[in-house]
């Protein structure tokens, strides 16, 4: 019985207690001034605080990168043909030159060559009627005669003496011409000994026609274009044949 009291007391106090408790005091709040500006550090700002400074630091070293490039290019234009030209007198300096031996013996080989082609080229009747035709077209005034020739002085084919020769040798042409094709017509008929002695005249008649064609210096772009003729009726011929 007695431990029930002092429970009992005890919580009686407790509640006394609580009950008579003070509350607790607060301390007064501080008076509210002016505030006071602080400043930020460097570190605290954000990122995107100096991004629209660095847009434009930016846009100004774009635009001077753009006008130094244009100017390169435009220095570069200026002295484009400079450059070529630079280019090509390196290049030609770095090819040794030819002796006068070697180029006296090249230009001998180039006009051996040109000689044998000219000859190859006239050795055929048809060549040489067209060379006639065409010289006698310049007699008549209806074609110049410098487009019509290749003057050689080393081989003495001036113009005067292409002039000078014209009448006798364009002449003589016509009748070995005329000739060639009367014996044409002959030696479909002939046969045995006369047939080959006929065809050895006529190879002599027409190295000598050669020879007077030679003399009158046909230019080189006639020969080549009568040379092609020439091709396309054989291709022709070829082609009837099969």
């Known amino acids: 019985?007695?431990?029930?009291?002092?429970?009992?007391?005890?919580?009686?106090?407790?509640?006394?207690?609580r009950t008579l408790a003070v509350p607790e005091t607060f301390a007064p709040e501080a008076e509210v001034g002016p505030a006071t500006r602080r400043e930020t550090p460097w570190s605290e700002l954000p990122d995107d605080s100096f991004a629209a400074e660095e847009d434009?630091?930016?846009?100004?070293?774009?635009?001077?990168?753009?006008?130094?490039?244009a100017a390169e290019l435009?220095?570069?234009?200026?002295?484009?043909?400079?450059?070529?030209?630079?280019l090509y007198l390196r290049q030609m300096g770095a090819i040794p030159l030819?002796?006068?031996e070697q180029e006296l013996a090249l230009a001998e080989r180039l006009e051996l060559k040109r000689r044998r082609y000219r000859h190859a080229a006239m050795?055929?009747?048809?060549?040489?009627?067209?060379?006639?035709?065409?010289?006698?077209?310049?007699?008549?005034g209806q074609l110049a005669?410098?487009?019509?020739?290749?003057?050689?002085?080393?081989?003495?084919?001036?113009r005067d003496r292409i002039l000078q020769r014209m009448p006798h040798n364009l002449r003589t042409l016509h009748k070995l011409i005329n000739t060639a094709d009367a014996d044409f017509?002959?030696?479909?008929?002939?046969?045995?000994?006369?047939?080959?002695?006929?065809?050895?005249?006529?190879?002599?008649?027409?190295?000598?026609?050669?020879?007077?064609?030679?003399?009158?210096?046909?230019?080189?772009?006639?020969?080549?274009?009568?040379v092609d003729e020439l091709r396309d009726l054989s291709r022709q011929m070829s082609q009837l044949e099969r």
């Open 74 to 86: 435009d220095e570069e234009d200026t002295h484009a043909p400079d450059d070529a030209l630079g």
């Open 145 to 158: 005669l410098d487009p019509t020739i290749d003057v050689v002085t080393t081989l003495g084919l001036s």
């Open 98 to 100: 030819l002796s006068r």
């Open 56 to 69: 434009d630091e930016d846009a100004e070293e774009t635009e001077e990168e753009d006008e130094a490039s």
């Open 185 to 226: 017509r002959r030696l479909r008929s002939l046969s045995g000994g006369a047939y080959y002695r006929l065809r050895r005249e006529q190879w002599r008649r027409l190295r000598k026609a050669v020879r007077l064609a030679e003399e009158l210096s046909p230019r080189i772009d006639l020969l080549d274009r009568w």
């Open 1 to 17: 019985m007695a431990m029930r009291r002092t429970t009992k007391r005890t919580s009686k106090d407790t509640a006394c207690k």
């Open 123 to 140: 050795m055929n009747w048809r060549t040489l009627a067209c060379i006639v035709d065409t010289f006698e077209r310049v007699r008549a």
